[in-house]
């Protein structure tokens, strides 16, 4: 709620300060006195649009300052908390200054944007009248009106459907991320299948070159090879005049003849039959090598394409054979990081498709809730609006969905999703026979309009988030039993908010309120604005003068005593 409001050289304020400790707070004055002044003030400390012929005469500057309090405020300390403004003592002050063609704001004394101190102010305080911190004027804020009035089923039911439209946008932003990087990565991965295939099919192995070459070599060189194997043959075995097998057996003959003389040579004997052994055994292997090393031209040209084959890859690839073989494996890792980004997108797919069909059941209940609301509302705020002497206007709550082709499937329909369901809600209003319904900020008469918004206030004051309301011309060309029934719905408004007033009918100005008088003097030459606080006895006679004019008499004092004490 406001509690302070300080003007310098605002208009023909010099300087006014104001302290507010009620939620129901009455101005009153003459008819041009300057009341609507402290109503603009207010609004411009809330960031409205002020010109600079606000600047009071012969001054470089005005100055507004509007102080609050929030203790009923969670949604303008969420808006001071997004721009790192709370502070701990939980009071709020908004701060203007117009000069000649520039503006400066701030927040608890740090400078601001127009545009936040906006934002923050539509959260604290709704003016009805001639200004245009009018919530309820914006068709934005009905659906939130309507959500509010039902209570917490709908507001629980939005709130559902708020989370699963986040999670869907969330979802749907990871989902084109992912696909712009599968689709980045496409030509990479292609190639990379590729050369996973390539090099899957050389079937390499760390030692085949190795062991390709040795036997390259040994079928190159294999006739000079089956030489050499038949020439060491020949000298073992084979030799015509004298092989080495023949010396060994003759040289065992002489041996064991010498052992029949001097036993002592039976050892050496021993170890010349261990060698003749194992020249038969060379003879034998010798023989094996010939066979298996036979020359074939065939494999020699197989073997030399393979390594023909392997020196490409290695040329291509600019690596070792088993560098190649961990090049592959690295390969195979990147291959499969991209196979479980395909599978990533389609998880994510199935999660969107499930998260829309819960949208789907949940938006259809709540437009049908929604629907349900609106008709109790319309005949509500309609109940209001007669006593307020409007009793020929009709009121309905237009709610319409926006066709699309990719939104989501309500009531057979394809229709945009919105962060709280599919439905675009408007107050609409007729106020006279034949004009037709038309939007609540088209209305001309600002009484109309105060009248209007004071029957919406009245049947959503219990669940108003607006901590503040301000109303100027509520009373604009009515009297009697409808001033009754509005200075009724203010005090009854005033239970759950904030209500702060401009009027002209002692009805209102005689409600249990702060009672604050405007006046315009004129001193050497100079005018100016007071606003005095008015006591018991001053407020007797201030609504004295309200109910005759300059003419105040017993009787007016009595009438005004009589309804000051109607209240008690």
């Not at 911190?133 to 309507?146: F, I, R, S």
């Not at 006739?223 to 020439?231: G, K, P, R, T, V």
């Amino acid at each position: 709620m406001i509690v302070g409001l300080l003007l310098k050289d605002f208009a023909i304020a010099k300087k006014v300060e104001l302290a507010f400790d009620s939620n129901l707070i009455v101005i009153t004055g003459e008819t041009g006195a300057g009341k609507t002044i402290l109503m603009k003030a207010i609004a411009a400390s809330c960031g409205s649009s002020i010109s600079s012929d606000v600047i009071r005469s012969n001054a470089e500057k005005a100055q507004v300052e509007a102080s609050f309090t929030l203790d009923d405020s969670e949604n303008a300390k969420a808006v001071l908390l997004k721009y790192d403004l709370l502070e701990e003592d939980n009071v709020l002050i908004l701060s203007r200054t117009i000069y000649g063609s520039r503006t400066k704001a701030s927040v608890n004394g740090h400078f601001v944007p127009i545009k936040i101190l906006n934002e923050i102010g539509r959260k604290l305080i709704d003016m009805h009248g001639q200004h245009d911190v009018q919530t309820l004027l914006k068709p934005e804020n009905h659906l939130d009106v309507l959500d509010r009035f039902d209570g917490p089923e709908m507001l629980s039911l939005r709130e559902e459907i708020h989370k699963e439209f986040l999670l869907l946008r969330e979802l749907k932003n990871e989902i084109k991320r992912l696909e712009e990087e599968d689709q980045k990565y496409r030509q990479e991965r292609d190639f990379i299948e590729f050369e996973i295939n390539e090099l899957e099919n050389a079937n390499l192995s760390p030692d085949e070159e190795e062991e390709l070459r040795k036997e390259e070599k040994i079928l190159a060189n294999s006739q000079e090879f089956a030489e050499l194997i038949e020439s060491s043959k020949m000298l073992l075995t084979q030799n015509e005049e004298a092989s080495i097998l023949d010396l060994v057996d003759k040289f065992i003959d002489f041996l064991s003849e010498a052992s029949r003389i001097n036993p002592d040579l039976n050892d050496i004997l021993t170890i010349a039959e261990q060698i003749k052994t194992e020249i038969r055994d060379f003879d034998r292997e010798l023989s094996e090598f010939e066979a298996e090393n036979i020359y074939d031209p065939e494999k020699l040209s197989q073997i030399q394409e393979r390594l023909s084959f392997l020196s490409t890859l290695k040329i291509k690839y600019r690596k070792e054979i088993p560098e190649l073989i961990d090049y592959l494996n690295e390969l195979k890792e990147k291959s499969e990081s991209f196979s479980s980004l395909s599978e990533e997108i389609e998880t994510k797919k199935s999660e969107v498709e499930s998260l829309i069909s819960s949208l789907e059941e949940k938006c259809a209940k709540l437009n049908e809730l929604r629907e349900q609301t609106a008709r109790v509302f319309e005949q509500k705020v309609l109940a209001e609006l007669k006593d307020l002497a409007m009793e020929h206007a009709e009121f309905k709550v237009q709610i319409t969905q926006i066709p699309d082709e990719g939104g989501i499937l309500v009531h057979g329909k394809r229709v945009k999703l919105f962060p709280f369901g599919t439905d675009v809600v408007e107050f609409r209003i007729a106020p006279n026979p034949g004009e037709g319904f038309k939007p609540l900020a088209s209305v001309a008469s600002g009484g109309e309009l105060s009248r209007i918004m004071l029957a919406i206030k009245r049947v959503i004051a219990k669940v108003d988030n607006i901590p503040t309301l301000a109303f100027d011309e509520v009373d604009a060309g009515i009297g009697g039993k409808t001033g009754e029934k509005v200075a009724e719905k203010l005090y009854d408004i005033s239970k759950y908010r904030q209500v702060i007033c401009i009027t002209h009918l002692p009805q209102i100005a005689s409600l249990p309120a702060e009672h604050f008088v405007v006046e315009k003097k004129v001193e050497n030459g100079e005018t100016f604005l007071t606003v005095k606080k008015l006591t018991e006895n001053e407020r007797v006679k201030e609504i004295a003068r309200m109910i005759s004019g300059t003419n105040v008499t017993d009787t007016t004092i009595k009438q005004a005593e009589e309804l000051l004490r109607r209240w008690r």
